[in-house]
């Protein structure tokens, strides 16, 4: 008798710890989030903004953007062939082999801002953010030249060329605590202009927690 007091006394707080770890789990998991966006190019120039095959930023873990544009002729900034832009998340259970990947890419780009000139014949930009491990980002610029004369690409992260009055940056990385953003060449002209030519960026933010379990079953009371 003693003993099936005691589970009878049991029962409401085990009850009481259930209903409490299911409210919980739910919570915890909603801090976890994925982000992602690409864009094959991007132009501030005195004020005005382009966006040239812009995905916008993903919705949520089950979400897949493209964007693309077999030509682009903006008069006096650019004209580019076969751009294009994805981002998309396989994250479903947050565990290993879930990630968020970018690509942005274009070709034959000619380009012309405040003066500078600047051609390539291709152009990418590549970021992953795998869950549970650390987000990288590549870039490929092949046949740039600036201002006429051709550029070695050296596909060291952040290769500066400099500018009258601006500069111009390879392979530029910007990593941050859940992600990663890469810009395949980002042209600076101070004041006046900023582009940013094939940008694919990626994170996965898990809330600053381990992926959680599911809670698990309760034996029977009174074992």
């Known amino acids: 008798m003693k003993k099936r007091h005691i589970d009878i006394l049991r029962r409401p707080a085990v009850l009481a710890l259930v209903v409490a770890g299911l409210f919980l789990w739910p919570a915890a998991a909603m801090a976890q989030s994925v982000s992602g966006e690409a864009s094959a190019l991007q132009a501030t120039v005195l004020g005005s903004r382009t966006t040239l095959a812009g995905t916008g930023p993903l919705d949520g873990p089950d979400d897949l953007r493209e964007a693309s544009d077999l030509a682009a002729n903006v008069p006096l900034l650019v004209q580019a062939d076969v751009l294009h832009a994805t981002t998309g998340s396989s994250v479903r259970d947050w565990g290993a082999g879930d990630y968020v990947a970018s690509e942005a890419s274009l070709s034959d780009l000619g380009l012309t801002v405040a003066g500078n000139t600047l051609s390539a014949a291709f152009v990418m930009a590549r ?45 530029e990385q910007t990593p941050g605590a859940t992600g990663t953003v890469v810009n395949a060449i980002h042209l600076v002209v101070n004041g006046i202009a900023d582009v940013v030519i094939a940008s694919a960026g990626a994170g996965v933010d898990s809330g600053g927690a381990a992926p959680l379990p599911l809670p698990l079953p309760l034996s029977p009371l009174g074992r």
């Open 127 to 171: 970021a992953l953010a795998p869950v549970g491990g650390s987000p990288t980002g590549t870039s490929e610029v092949s046949g740039l030249s600036i201002n006429g004369v051709p550029v070695v690409v050296t596909g060291a992260a952040n290769q500066t060329i400099n500018l009258l009055g601006g500069r111009v940056v390879l392979n």
